[in-house]
């Protein structure tokens, strides 16, 4: 388990060019990342985007995913959540560590909550649909981990640097107590 119960946390990868997201997939193809996501969120109570939440082959109990749609139907240990505070704090009442997972829009909304952020930077340009949100200043952020390997990304055959950081954010806003 990556983090404390209670603590707040957001998990992503992004490209060179800002990208994290093609087709309602990953840009990329890079077995070893997507293995680091899994270990690190591995325990967590999760907060998920629609759009990201059906993307996945599996999902873990105690996901909450953020929808405005009422009628959603989810699958068994999911519940929906209408927006994103709602989310987090249904996260924080399972006791368990919170990751957020994304999508962009997720990430916008979170950011100010999380005491921190696992960001891989993957150091080359992929073709995208979705771009990681700009406004997050994650450079304001103390950076409390480095980390760099070097992995082949199976679509283009090349090797392909991924830097993993972990970031703090100095003083998170607290989750409102109701909507
Ligand atoms: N690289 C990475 O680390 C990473 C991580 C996660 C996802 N991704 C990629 O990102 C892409 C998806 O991102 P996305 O931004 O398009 O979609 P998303 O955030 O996964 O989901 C968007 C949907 O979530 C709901 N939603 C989002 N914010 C909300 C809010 N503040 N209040 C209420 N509902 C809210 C809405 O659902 P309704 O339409 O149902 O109302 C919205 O249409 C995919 O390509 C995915 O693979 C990449």
Redesign the pocket.
């Known amino acids: 388990m990556a983090e404390k119960p209670g603590v707040i946390a957001a998990?992503?990868?992004?490209a060179a060019n800002g990208m994290?997201?093609?087709?309602?997939?990953?840009p990329w193809d890079i077995p070893e990342e997507l293995a680091y996501f899994e270990r690190t969120v591995e325990g967590a109570a999760l907060v998920?985007?629609?759009?990201?939440?059906e993307?996945m082959d599996v999902v873990p109990a105690d996901s909450f995913v953020?929808?405005?749609?009422p009628a959603?139907s989810l699958r068994p240990g999911c519940r929906r959540v209408?927006?994103?505070e709602a989310g987090l704090r249904g996260a924080l009442a399972t006791g368990k560590p919170v990751f957020v997972?994304?999508?962009?829009?997720?990430y916008a909304?979170a950011w100010r909550y999380c005491q921190v952020f696992y960001l891989t930077r993957i150091e080359r340009d992929f073709a995208g649909?979705?771009l990681f949100p700009a406004d997050i200043p994650l450079a304001e952020w103390r950076l409390t981990d480095e980390r760099h390997a070097c992995y082949r990304e199976r679509k283009s055959g090349e090797i392909v640097g991924c830097r993993f950081l972990r970031y703090e954010q100095p003083v998170p806003r607290p989750v409102p107590t109701a909507d």
């Open positions: 998990i992503g990868a992004v994290l997201g093609l087709d309602n997939w990953l998920i985007g629609r759009a990201t939440y993307s953020v929808s405005r749609n959603l209408a927006t994103v997972i994304g999508g962009a829009s997720v909304a649909d979705t």
